[in-house]
């Protein structure tokens, strides 16, 4: 294992020193992800622990509880809608069955998602909350998903409210291309290749299209967020955002290690033990 990891990060720094060119820092950050007093809290689809996950209901709450971010998902219905939900399934949420593609915005709105809730779509959701940050995660590997996202972004005047996150690489960099000026994450890839080159101190060869390292604490194994990451994190202009982090001694330690954002299904209480105070809800 230890030559399989060490082969893979071998590669990585070829691959960096010949063929990337290094990057002043990060492109200017539309939201303020920085703050020298407190921790962002980003609510996870919502703050799917306070309503049914990534429903009106689920953001109100949120909001109410002074989250700073609402963290949502995004998939493209049958007539070009963008709507907020998880899965590209209904089935897990609602009383439906069925693929989002394949159903028109109509019949999405019939679905009972719980509690009187019902499919949110993009547009609703901005008209809301006109001040609110949001944390938007393109689920669709489509091109067009990433288009009609800058489309409604800007016909609702959201540039400055919105960081655009997506798993798909090429999405993110059509996101870039066609919808600049709109801040964006980095892409799994982006993600992979920032933590590999920072364990052997070459993270500066790799150029920065994104402004926020979305992370979990640990993954395969791997310990992810460490005090070194986040500070070569920083150096490079880029936020650190913790994922998805519910149990209160994890907020308190991702806090400790100097990370930007915290994303939890448990907002209300990630501000209360962000405070210093003792989490009861």
């Not at 290094?22 to 919502?46: C, E, K, N, T, Y």
């Not at 936020?239 to 994303?263: E, F, R, Y």
Request: charged share 20%.
């Amino acid at each position: 294992m230890r030559k399989f990891i060490l082969s893979i990060v071998a590669v990585v720094a070829i691959y960096g020193a010949l063929s990337l060119v290094p990057a002043s820092d990060a492109p200017p950050h539309q939201i303020d992800l920085f703050s020298a007093d407190r921790l962002m809290v980003i609510g996870h689809r919502g703050g799917s622990e306070l309503g049914p996950e990534n429903t009106m209901l689920a953001f109100s709450r949120a909001a109410e509880a002074g989250a700073d971010m609402l963290e949502l998902d995004l998939h493209l219905s049958l007539d070009g809608t963008l709507v907020i939900n998880h899965d590209a399934m209904v089935d897990r949420t609602s009383d439906g069955t069925g693929a989002i593609s394949r159903m028109g915005i109509n019949e999405l709105k019939q679905l009972d998602l719980g509690e009187g809730q019902h499919i949110v779509t993009l547009e609703e959701l901005f008209q809301a909350f006109p001040q609110m940050y949001f944390n938007v995660e393109l689920k669709s590997d489509q091109l067009i998903a990433s288009e009609t996202a800058c489309r409604v972004i800007h016909n609702n005047g959201m540039q400055r409210n919105v960081l655009v996150a997506s798993f798909h690489h090429h999405i993110l960099e059509h996101f870039r291309t066609t919808c600049a000026g709109v801040t964006t994450s980095l892409s799994e890839k982006e993600v992979r290749w920032f933590i590999y080159l920072s364990k052997i101190g070459l993270e500066n060869l790799l150029p920065i299209h994104g402004s926020a390292l979305q992370v979990p604490m640990t993954a395969e194994g791997w310990e992810i967020i460490t005090t070194d990451l986040v500070s070569k994190a920083h150096a490079r202009g880029l936020a650190v955002h913790a994922w998805t982090i519910n149990d209160p001694l994890q907020m308190q330690k991702v806090k400790l290690l100097g990370v930007d954002g915290l994303i939890t299904d448990y907002p209300a209480r990630a501000i209360t033990v962000m405070r210093g105070l003792t989490a009861d809800n």
